[in-house]
């Protein structure tokens, strides 16, 4: 088993936390559902249809946070 330590003095009287396998897991299928999901979006047809690709990106993640 590969030991991860995080330095954070909130993690544990230590200051260290052991990540473990199911968390190691667990970051991996969430990694890989957000690489799908941004994979999907940015392969959306929608794209091709903008001329300034970077302004609509950026107007899109505004929307999506008001």
Do not use: Y
Not at 1 to 19: D, P, Q, S, Y
Not at 29 to 57: M, V
Request: net charge negative; glycine share 8%.
């Amino acid at each position: 088993m590969r030991k991860t330590t995080l330095n954070n003095t909130a993690a544990g009287g230590a200051g260290e936390a052991e990540v473990t396998e199911e968390q190691r897991a667990g970051f991996a299928e969430a990694r890989a559902a957000c690489l799908n999901a941004l994979e999907a979006l940015t392969a959306h047809a929608w794209w091709s249809e903008r001329q300034d690709r970077h302004g609509a990106w950026m107007a899109l993640q505004k929307a999506a946070t008001e």
